[in-house]
Each structure stands twice: as C-alpha cells, then as structure tokens.
Nanobody
C-alpha cells in the first residue's frame, strides 16, 4: 500500500516559479508511474504530467508543456513538479497520484491513478 503527501504549495506572483513535492511511503516500487494533477474551483481534476518510476519517461499536458517539469528521486521516493511562468489560471489544488500497480501504461487523465495525496494549494495572484 502506498501513501502520498504533497508539500511546497503557496502563493506566488504571475510569472513566478514554485516547486511542489510529493513524498511517497509504502510499496511505491510497485507502481509503474506517478503523476501530478490539479483541480481549480468549479472545474474537474486535470492531468498535468506523469513520469515512469523506473525509466523516468515523462508525459505532459499541452497546457503546461514547456512551463512545468516533472521529476522523481526513486531513492528518496520523492516526486516533484517545478512550475515556471505561472499564471493566475494555474491557481488550484495540486495533487500527486500513483498509478495502480496492475496498470502498465499512462493515460493523460486520471485513468488508472488509484492512490492520491490530500493536495496542496497553489495560488497565483498579484
């Protein structure tokens, strides 16, 4: 069983940068990939990026490609998302998630992600 907890959220001005992290505990080695998602007020949960835990292959949503970078440290079991050129529309609760151990492919959606952290708030405002 895997447990996830995000950290590093906060407030930042437009154009600024922020890094959010996710600490994983438990049998994280059993998952094929982990991802970052966000939910803005009144909107559905949105896929942002994913990374395969062993190989490090990355996947990005078009909305964040070139601005956000996902990375992982599979020794310390930490997943990170470095966000740059932040915009007010990036304001949301950011979640990390682990792919179900029985699934070996990543979809650019919540499909297959069955373990979630509680989320961390990111606010972009002047």
């Amino acid at each position: 069983q895997v447990q996830l907890e995000e950290s590093g959220g906060g407030s930042v001005r437009p154009g600024g940068s922020l890094r959010v992290s996710c600490t994983a505990s438990g049998r994280i080695s059993s998952t094929y990939a982990m991802g970052w998602f966000r939910r803005a007020p009144g909107k559905d949960r949105e896929f942002l990026a994913a990374i395969t835990w062993i190989g490090g292959a990355t996947f990005y949503a078009d909305s964040v490609k070139g601005r956000f970078t996902i990375s992982r440290d599979n020794v310390k079991n930490i997943l990170s998302l470095h966000m740059t050129s932040l915009k007010p529309e990036d304001t949301a609760v950011y979640y990390c998630a682990a792919l179900d151990p029985g699934i070996g492919e990543v979809h650019a959606s919540t499909r297959g992600f069955t373990t979630w952290g509680p989320g961390t708030q990111v606010t972009v405002s002047s």
